[in-house]
């Protein structure tokens, strides 16, 4: 596929990519481990504009009516909508391996065998503090963050043989490892690991771009899933393209700039699997732009290919 098809779906949404829910259902969600969400940075640093969540067992995300869509099976990409009364529904889409994929925490064998007792640490040290006082707090006592100054050294922390992490040639901003802690039998283990890039990927105009690699461990959900979270009024197209062996499961999203007028937001994310791995890819730009967009979408498929 050429890139100047591979974003041409976005003016031709096919309405029959959306399931639309029992308007009058109510969605649950109980504490996220991870969401990132939108805004403009410091120097003009466009954030991702959707949450992600990651579902685990630990953190479990309930919308009403997925569970039975996501059972029809079909494209990876689950796309359902939930209406709000007054315009402020969400539409969510859920990425869905065709298999579970779990990582076995006896694989990573990398420092990242300390985080438990870290985790641990800092759950105690929050249930010490007086339940008033940590009802004020936004803490989440059972994530741990840490940043790294270069890739090479967050993938040494973690220490998974398998993870091929796909490495474009810009500048990164930033690297961070998120860990959700969780009991289990024998103490406090791992369920989910969430590797975050953001890269630089323009000079003029800065533009950036984003790679999550993300690993369910054996006490994760055995439902455990990538989950976006966009307005109900965002217009959404997907597409599948397979690349050396891979399927990618692509998303395009087009939505008003809340930052100018009149103006669009684009943006593209790219899903796949390697080696129990789930990959995200998340790109934003506008018109202008699309041609620097597109490239870089391709060099990032093309770039995974290879490992």
Not at 145 to 158: C, H, M, R, V, W
Not at 165 to 191: Q, R, W
Not at 263 to 290: C, G, M, P, Q, W
Request: with cysteine.
């Amino acid at each position: 596929m050429k890139s100047e098809q591979l974003l041409n779906a976005l003016n031709n949404i096919d309405d029959s990519l959306i399931e639309e829910t029992n308007p009058f259902q109510e969605e649950e969600i109980t504490k996220p481990v991870l969401q990132v969400t939108g805004g403009t940075g410091k120097g003009g640093k466009r954030k991702m504009r959707k949450g992600i969540l990651l579902v685990a067992v630990c953190a479990v995300l309930l919308f009403s009516g997925v569970a039975a869509y996501a059972a029809t099976g079909g494209d990876l990409l689950k796309i359902v909508r939930h209406k709000g009364t007054d315009g402020d529904g969400e539409t969510t889409v859920e990425y869905q391996p065709l298999e579970q994929p779990v990582v076995q925490m006896s694989s990573l064998r990398g420092e990242i065998q300390n985080a438990p007792a870290e985790i641990k640490k800092q759950v105690d040290e929050f249930n010490a503090i007086p339940e008033m006082e940590r009802m004020a707090l936004s803490t989440m006592p059972d994530v741990l963050t840490k940043k790294f100054d270069t890739l090479e050294a967050a993938i040494d922390y973690i220490g998974y043989d398998q993870l091929n992490f796909p490495k474009l040639n810009y500048p990164t901003e930033d690297v961070h490892i998120d860990m959700l802690g969780c009991k289990t039998a024998d103490g406090y283990s791992l369920s989910t690991i969430s590797l975050d890039t953001m890269q630089q990927y323009r000079q003029g105009g800065i533009r950036y771009c984003q790679t999550i690699a993300t690993i369910f461990t054996e006490n994760a959900n055995a439902s455990s899933a990538m989950i976006l979270a966009l307005s109900e009024k965002v217009k959404l197209a997907q597409e599948q393209r397979v690349a050396d062996g891979r399927t990618f499961s692509i998303l395009h999203t087009n939505e008003p700039d809340p930052y100018n007028e009149g103006a669009k937001v684009l943006s593209t994310e790219v899903f796949t699997t390697d080696n129990n791995v789930v990959y995200l890819f998340h790109i934003s730009y506008d018109e202008a732009n699309r041609a620097d967009a597109e490239a870089v979408i391709e060099e990032w498929i093309n770039s995974f290919s290879g490992n």
